[in-house]
């Protein structure tokens, strides 16, 4: 009898303790679950934050302008600046951001066969960063390098060691870090986004490299950039489904400057008139344009920023359209 008390005590013991194995094993995997699911939850946050942040750059990007200046020493009939950018990386799993810029300035001269002589040639690579976590008020970084060229072999200075702006040759390059901070405010039928950046730029003239001869002490190597943008959104009806409405590009404001801040033929510290160039520019979409808007402004330039005529300074105003990634917000 004792044998068989023995016995049955066993089996009830390795039963319990069974039993006890089993509800441990379910526990952990409650756990365990519970952890996949916080850090699946962080990782989508995560990826929704660098995702709007990837827009926020691309409102940033720097359209391209087709039309007229006037007021300035050398006529023009028609100016461009074309920027074709090129995404290279966008993704929501990161928060870098690249893009390719093929810029190319051109101006179309008054003169006898209209010719463009020197075209400003402008790629740049640019990498954005994401600083912090809020797309309401972003803070983010961009570095660049750029190359700016005027795809001319001559000799840049003549006999008398002035500048060859029939055919001579420009080139320089230079690297920029930006910063920019940003705010954007919801209302009912518009959505407001500002942002200010301040940067420097930097020639590699400055250490005796890669610029042409007879720029070094007579073009601006150490650069000071800035400029602020106002961009609103408007709320518009959807043009098939009348219960529907998305935000749209609707007006922008945008002021830029940049400060020379190194020495160069011996101009003063304080003289702007030589080391000031500052524009402001309107632009006003219409509902039935995508990438697009009308464009007018002006502004001061003291030095050109237009290759082998940059000892030129004047006021200038222009008017024309402009196109650019930077204009295709939407928002349903």
């Known amino acids: 009898m004792f044998k068989h008390l023995t016995s049955a005590f066993q089996v009830r013991f390795l039963a319990i303790l069974l039993l006890m194995l089993s509800a441990r094993g379910s526990y952990a995997s409650i756990i365990d679950t519970t952890n996949h699911a916080v850090a699946d939850t962080g990782k989508i946050a995560t990826r929704i934050i660098n995702r709007n942040f990837n827009d926020i750059y691309v409102q940033n990007l720097k359209p391209s302008f087709f039309g007229q200046e006037l007021f300035q020493p050398v006529k023009t009939k028609l100016v461009g600046d074309i920027n074709a950018h090129f995404v290279l990386f966008n993704s929501p799993k990161s928060r870098f951001f690249f893009d390719l810029s093929a810029r190319i300035k051109v101006r179309l001269l008054a003169e006898y066969g209209e010719p463009v002589k020197s075209p400003s040639y402008m790629p740049s690579g640019n990498l954005y960063y994401r600083l912090n976590s809020d797309a309401y008020k972003p803070q983010f970084l961009q570095l660049s390098y750029t190359h700016h060229s005027n795809g001319i072999r001559g000799s840049t200075l003549l006999p008398d060691g002035s500048f060859n702006r029939e055919s001579g040759k420009f080139s320089t390059d230079f690297y920029s870090l930006n910063y920019t901070i940003g ?150």
């Not at 002490?217 to 043009?239: C, L």
């Not at 702007?272 to 500052?278: A, I």
Request: charged share 20%; hydrophobic share 35%; no cysteine.
């Open 183 to 332: 705010k954007r405010i919801d209302k009912t039928n518009t959505i407001d986004n500002h942002y200010s950046t301040i940067g420097i730029e930097l020639h590699r003239g400055l250490f005796g490299n890669d610029a042409a001869l007879g720029l070094p002490g007579h073009y601006g190597f150490a650069r000071v950039n800035g400029g602020y943008i106002y961009n609103i959104a408007k709320k518009y009806q959807d043009d098939i489904d009348p219960d529907k409405s998305s935000f749209k590009n609707w007006q922008r404001i945008q002021f830029d400057f940049t400060y020379i801040a190194d020495k160069y033929s011996g101009y003063e510290a304080f003289n702007l008139k030589k080391r000031l160039n500052v524009s402001l520019k309107y632009y006003y979409q219409f509902p039935f344009m995508q990438n697009v808007s009308f464009i007018v402004g002006g502004g001061y330039r003291g030095q050109d920023d237009y290759n082998i005529y940059f000892e030129d300074s004047y006021a200038y105003v222009q008017f024309g359209i402009a196109s650019g990634l930077s204009f295709l917000f939407h928002k349903n």
